[in-house]
């Protein structure tokens, strides 16, 4: 198959992250199966216009999740055991090695969102309101049509709005800042089973609240949000403990 075919031009958000939601994405599809080869760095730089230190940063987190495996002097491959190894048992396995610093952006994350949202829900613009709704609205399609690779992405651009909707541009700033350090395997949460639903209707009740005007249902619908994604993370870092190993 054309590499052409496989491989589009990244979107809009922290690049690694965007190579590796399409990579994670075709290897989902089936389009890139159990022990195939990815092209060359090169390749993907011209492929994914994106620059080499990018594409080598996605490979790592595609190496650290179990979902390729590196051969020097050969190249980059879709790891062998690839079927074994479901997308929930990879999170576990990253989210054990960093659990607390993950938890850590979270926290600050809750304390900036909640902020931006009890003013979104003061301040917000018409125009503002409609872009969370459009966003919303194709987050909502994602999950009927189980695109969880683009989900990654339109969740991230949901939250960047919400730091816009505030007014402040500082907060707004920060909060992109934020979202950028975010390690990407924390967006493959939405993988896990039920999950991509559940953020889906957390947004739901964000999105109401400011549509709304109602400051404090907005704080505590993001406060919510973020606390129930800690608590699925800190239920992942405990089962870690009996995640099998993959041979």
């Not at 816009?164 to 934020?178: C, E, R, T, Y």
Request: proline share 3%; with cysteine; glycine share 8%.
């Amino acid at each position: 198959m054309d590499n052409n075919e496989l491989f589009q031009a990244v979107k809009k958000v922290r690049v690694s992250d965007g190579v590796v939601e399409q990579i994670l994405g075709l290897i989902e599809q089936g389009r890139l199966k159990p022990g195939d080869q990815l092209p060359s760095e090169r390749e993907l730089v011209e492929l994914l216009r994106v620059g080499r230190a990018t594409v080598r940063e996605a490979l790592r987190m595609l190496e650290v999740q179990g979902m390729i495996t590196v051969r020097p002097g050969k190249g980059a491959f879709v790891a062998d055991d690839i079927n074994r190894i479901s997308g929930h048992e990879a999170i576990r396995i990253w989210q054990m090695e960093h659990a607390n610093e993950i938890l850590d952006l979270l926290e600050i994350r809750e304390a900036l969102e909640r902020r931006a949202a009890y003013h979104a829900a003061q301040r917000a613009s018409k125009n503002i309101i409609k872009e969370l709704q459009e966003v919303f609205d194709e987050a909502e399609q994602c999950v009927e049509k189980g695109d969880i690779a683009r989900l990654g992405y339109v969740d991230h651009r949901f939250h960047s709005l919400l730091g816009k909707a505030s007014g402040n541009p500082a907060l707004s700033q920060i909060i992109d800042a934020l979202g950028e350090t975010m390690p990407s395997p924390i967006r493959s949460i939405q993988r896990l089973p039920g999950r991509g639903k559940q953020s889906l209707e957390e947004h739901r009740a964000i999105l109401h609240a400011i549509m709304n005007g109602d400051a404090e249902g907005a704080e505590v619908a993001v406060s919510e949000h973020i606390r129930s994604l800690c608590e699925l993370l800190k239920s992942l870092s405990n089962e870690s403990s009996v995640v099998p190993e993959v041979k």
